[in-house]
Each structure stands twice: as C-alpha cells, then as structure tokens.
C-alpha cells in the first residue's frame, strides 16, 4: 500500500471582506467611532488557517507599524457547520480619533495569503458629526442631488439651503436616515 498526500490546486488566499456592522454601506475611508468594530468575513475552499504562527492566522498591521500586529486567530469563529468560512471582529475601541490604515492578512490551510487595506476616520465615541456633504451639480439649475456622511443613524434630518447674501431661499426635512 503506498501513501502519498493529495496534491493541492488552491493557490490563492482566502476572501476578505470588511463590514462595520449597522451600517449596509460602509466603504474604506468612512469615518467611524471608537464604539464601532470592523467585521471580517474569510471564506476559502481549503479552510482558514488558524495556527497562529509566524506567517500563518489572522492579523491586522495598524498604521504600517510592524510593532502594532493585532492578532485575531483565537477571535475568529467558522459558521456552523464549516469549516471554510468564518467571521471575527476587531473594535476600534483602541485606536486613537483620526485616520487609520488597517492591513488585514490572512492564510488558508493550503499556505497561502491574501490581504486588504482598509482606511478610516475615528471620531470620539457617540460623536454626531457629518463628513463630506456635497451636492451635484454644483451649480444646479433646477435640481441638485446632496450627498452626505453621518457618523451615526439620525431620526431627524433638515437641511436648509440660504444664498450667499444669508437668504434661506429652501428647507427640507427627511426622518429615519440611516
């Protein structure tokens, strides 16, 4: 009887995606607060690698600063009933308020790595803010489309538009934005 080893075809990584849970469009670069958390998702056909060592797991590099590796194998849970894919989450309770580059890297169980970058803006924690409001077209002629980021859901939203000399010339008002 001979023994030999099934010869693997998997040679990429696994699949990162990254979430921030309550928000359905959360993109890299969006401002967050201290009591967020970025949720990953892995899924590879090999499985995830988990042994933590040198090389291998689940790791976030904060900032570019080797010596700031969060390791988040032990945290990362497989969905029932698989072995392929899996979710762990990293709180931005830790981070400083301002801009942070987050490198996620991990491996499957057929030695290979894949990573993402993520960026984000921290705020204070509960801190209501909005970022990047902006209407297009810029100027308008009729009508104009505002777009806009809120640190957090908002029930209530107005908006209202004065001209340059401080005339309130429009208002609107919107609930349950999110």
């Known amino acids: 009887i001979r023994n030999s080893a099934a010869a ?17 469009n959360f993109v890299s670069g969006d401002h967050v607060t201290r009591a967020d958390a970025l949720e990953l998702t892995l899924a590879d056909s090999s499985g995830i690698n988990l042994a933590s060592g040198i090389g291998h797991g689940i790791t976030i590099e904060i900032d570019g600063q080797a010596d700031a590796i969060v390791n988040l194998s032990d945290a990362f849970a497989f969905n029932p009933n698989s072995y392929t894919t899996g979710r762990v989450t990293y709180s931005f309770s830790k981070l400083e308020p301002g801009e942070h580059t987050l490198k996620i890297k991990a491996w499957d169980n057929a030695n290979n790595y894949a990573s993402t970058t993520v960026t984000v803006a921290v705020s204070l924690d509960k801190a209501f ?4 409001l902006l209407n297009y077209p810029n100027p308008m002629a009729g009508a104009t489309t505002f ?28 609930q349950n934005l999110a």
């Open 8 to 24: 693997s075809t998997d040679s990429t990584g696994p699949a990162i995606s990254c979430r921030v849970p309550g928000r359905s």
């Open 147 to 174: 777009y806009f980021e809120l640190t957090n859901p908002a029930q209530r939203f107005t908006l209202d538009i004065f001209t340059l000399s401080g005339r309130k010339i429009w208002t609107v008002d919107h």
């Open 129 to 132: 803010a909005i970022f990047n």
